[in-house]
């Protein structure tokens, strides 16, 4: 399957190659980080929109328990628009049986083209079951895990998303690419942070070296982590030798970033410095789609509230019209209230920069012992499978 145009003959921002996950070839070699809550179909049209439909763009993350169980809201988040091709689901598991289960009804039913695998989730409501960052600790039930998944995968490749470990003391990322590889999947990405450093700090890009050095060159490698800019996205692929990034809170309020990549990875400089105006119309329009896919306008707008801060990042909007457009109730409303700013305002300096969550340390909250023995590949309780998805 290709996924994408082939790239420019010529490539003056150092020959990159498409990326290849299974049979897809995507290009630019750029994902859509999941997101929970975020990276819904209506966030990904946009995405997409703006790249040309180049790249590749994974859905928010999809419980393996609610999927086999055919939960209603499972259901709806794995609906794709007819234009999204591949179609690229998240899995959260913590049962190599149920993350079977689930892999075999997306295969058989002809549900996605490629599935990813949530290993990289640092929030307490996942790692205290032995979920996301925690699970490739124990590296026998992480193995067990991806074993069942590649097998009942069919012809659909297999990814994992990942971080470092759960902590310095406690690092996983080599030990779980090593198994990754053995067990057949198709990439690795890695979020250069740690369980405790949650988003805070600064990504560790070395680590992202240090993984495509230890894994088969056949094996792509991701780097994620602190990718603001198209700029950031080159720099991480010439310092670290992966195969691709992996894009997330970068995008935040700027779906645009994705045309920036396209540019950038075809050897142009042509960077989208969007008018308050365009931003605007980009925020309407992003409202728009979520009340279609909700299929309630209000609750459409309201879904979009917590996209206000980023989209209105840097410009001269002001603290009391922030709290009046993050309350709008319908599209009338909140399009009169961008009306009424300065649409004429330009892109501001150093709006470009980090966004969405900088929570520093926390503690990793753990199941009880579960650091006491790597390779237990004890399944964790009967209620360690979440039942419900998107987070």
């Known amino acids: 399957m290709t996924t994408t145009a082939e790239p420019a003959a010529t490539a003056p921002q150092g020959g990159f190659a498409p990326l290849r996950v299974g049979p897809m070839q995507v290009w630019p070699p750029v994902v859509l980080a999941p997101m929970a809550g975020i990276t819904n179909a209506p966030f990904r049209t946009l995405c997409r929109e703006q790249s040309g439909g180049r790249g590749l763009f994974v859905s928010e993350m999809i419980t393996t328990r609610a999927l086999v169980e055919r939960d209603r809201k499972t259901l709806r988040l794995i609906r794709f628009d007819p234009s999204e091709q591949p179609r690229s689901i998240q899995l959260?598991?913590?049962?190599?049986v149920t993350v079977g289960r689930a892999v075999r009804m997306i295969a058989d039913e002809d549900l996605a083209d490629h599935i990813d695998l949530n290993f990289g989730c640092p929030v307490p409501k996942v790692t205290r079951k032995g979920g996301g960052s925690a699970l490739p600790y124990k590296r026998n039930l992480l193995r067990a895990l991806l074993r069942e998944a590649v097998g009942n995968a069919g012809a659909l490749p297999v990814t994992v998303k990942m971080r470092k470990g759960i902590d310095d003391a406690h690092l996983t990322y080599l030990d779980a690419g090593r198994i990754a590889a053995e067990e057949g999947v198709a990439a690795i990405a890695l979020h250069g942070r740690t369980a405790v450093q949650h988003y805070g700090g600064t990504a560790d890009w070395s680590a992202v070296a240090r993984l495509r050095e230890a894994v088969p060159d056949g094996i792509p490698v991701l780097g994620n982590g602190d990718i603001w800019s198209a700029d950031d996205?080159?720099?991480m692929m010439r310092e670290t030798?992966?195969?691709?990034?992996?894009?997330?809170?970068?995008?935040?309020?700027?779906?645009w970033l994705f045309k920036d990549l396209v540019s950038i990875f075809e050897g142009e400089v042509d960077y989208q410095r969007p008018s308050f105006r365009r931003v605007a119309s980009v925020m309407l329009r992003h409202a728009e789609l979520l009340g279609e896919w909700i299929g309630d306008e209000a609750r459409g707008v309201i879904d979009f509230r917590k996209h206000v801060a980023w989209y209105t990042k840097g410009f001269s909007v002001g603290s009391e019209m922030r709290v009046k457009l993050a309350n709008a109730s319908s599209l009338a409303e909140l399009e009169g209230l961008l009306s009424s700013l300065d649409l004429?305002?330009?892109?501001?300096?150093?709006?470009?920069?980090?966004?969405?969550?900088?929570?520093?340390?926390?503690?990793?909250?753990?199941?009880?012992?579960?650091?006491?023995?790597?390779?237990?590949c004890a399944v964790p309780g009967a209620d360690a499978e979440l039942d419900t998805s998107g987070g």
Do not use: H, K
């Not at 959260?92 to 190599?96: L, T």
């Open 344 to 376: 004429d305002q330009p892109w501001p300096e150093g709006a470009d920069g980090p966004r969405g969550r900088t929570t520093g340390e926390r503690r990793v909250v753990l199941p009880e012992g579960w650091l006491d023995d790597p390779y237990d």
């Open 92 to 96: 959260y598991g913590v049962d190599p």
């Open 233 to 235: 996205a080159v720099r």
């Open 241 to 255: 030798g992966c195969d691709g990034v992996v894009v997330g809170r970068g995008c935040l309020g700027r779906p």
